[in-house]
C-alpha cells in the first residue's frame, strides 16, 4: 500500500503498520509515540524536527530521509537502510540501531546517547568526542571512523571491524576488545587498562610474569 499525504506536526500513536510505503511523504515536526514499522518504506521522506519515543522501525528503508534535527528515544531502528540520509542534529537516546546501515548519509552533528549499535554499518562517519561509554558495537563495521576523544569505557566492541579508525585521545578503558588486534591500530595518547596493556603487550611476544 502506498500513501501519499502530508502528516506535518501531528502526533501519531500506536500505530501497527506493515509494507507501507510512505515515499516522498512530508513527517515534519509530526510526534511518534509506540509505533510499529515493519517493511516500510520512507524513501525520500521529510522526517525533519519530528520525535519518535518508543518506536520500532523493522527491515525499513529510509533512503535519501531527511531526519535532521529529529529527536529518537528508546526507538528501534533494526535492519534498516538509511543509505544517503540526511542525519545533521539528529539525537539518538538509547536507541536500538542493530543491523542497520548508514552509507553515504549526512552524519555531521549527530549525538548518539547509549543504547545498543551493534552489527551497524557506520564507515567513515565521525563520533568523534561522543560519550558513548556502556554502549554495544558487537560486529559493527566501525572502518575508518573518526572516535578521537571518544569516550568508550566499557563499551563493547568485541569483534567490531577497526580497521583505519582514528582513535586519538580516546578512552577505552574496561571496553570488551575481544577478536580484535590491538597492534593492528594507532594508540597513541588512547587511554586503555592494565588488561588492555598486558593484552597488547603479550600480543607483541613480551613474557608478562
Known amino acids: 500500500m502506498r500513501i ?8 501519531l500513536a500506536d500505530l501497527d503498520l506493515e509494507d507501507v510505503r510512505f515515499d516522498n511523504c512530508s513527517f515534519e515536526g509530526t510526534t511518534f509515540r509506540n509505533c510499529r514499522f515493519v517493511r516500510c518504506t520512507f524513501r525520500s521522506a521529510k522526517l525533519m524536527d519530528a520525535v519518535t519515543t518508543s518506536c520500532q522501525f523493522d527491515q525499513c528503508d529510509l533512503s535519501g530521509v531527511n531526519l535532521s534535527g529529529s529527536s529518537h528515544e528508546n ?7 538509511l543509505a ?8 539518538f537516546r538509547e536507541c536500538k540501531l542493530v543491523g542497520s546501515s548508514f552509507e553515504e548519509a549526512g552524519f555531521s552533528g549527530v549525538t548518539v546517547a547509549g543504547g545498543d549499535w551493534s552489527y551497524v554499518n557506520l564507515r567513515y562517519h565521525s563520533l568523534k568526542e561522543q560519550d558513548l561509554r556502556r554502549m554495544r558495537f558487537i560486529g559493527a563495521d566501525l572502518f575508518g571512523c573518526n572516535l578521537e576523544k571518544a569516550d568508550l569505557r566499557e563499551a563493547d566492541l568485541s569483534n567490531s571491524i577497526l580497521g583505519s579508525v582514528k582513535l586519538k585521545g580516546a578512552d577505552i578503558r574496561g571496553a570488551n576488545v575481544d577478536g580484535i588486534d590491538l597492534r593492528s591500530l594507532e594508540l597513541k595518547s588512547v ?4 588488561a588492555q596493556a598486558i593484552s597488547l603487550a603479550r600480543a607483541h611476544g613480551a613474557v608478562v610474569s
Open 4 to 11: 501519499d499525504a502530508s502528516f506535518d506536526s501531528l502526533t
Open 75 to 81: 526507538t528501534a531502528l533494526t535492519n534498516c537502510k
Open 84 to 91: 544517503f540520509a540526511q542525519l545533521f542534529s539528529v539525537v
Open 191 to 194: 587511554k586503555i587498562d592494565l
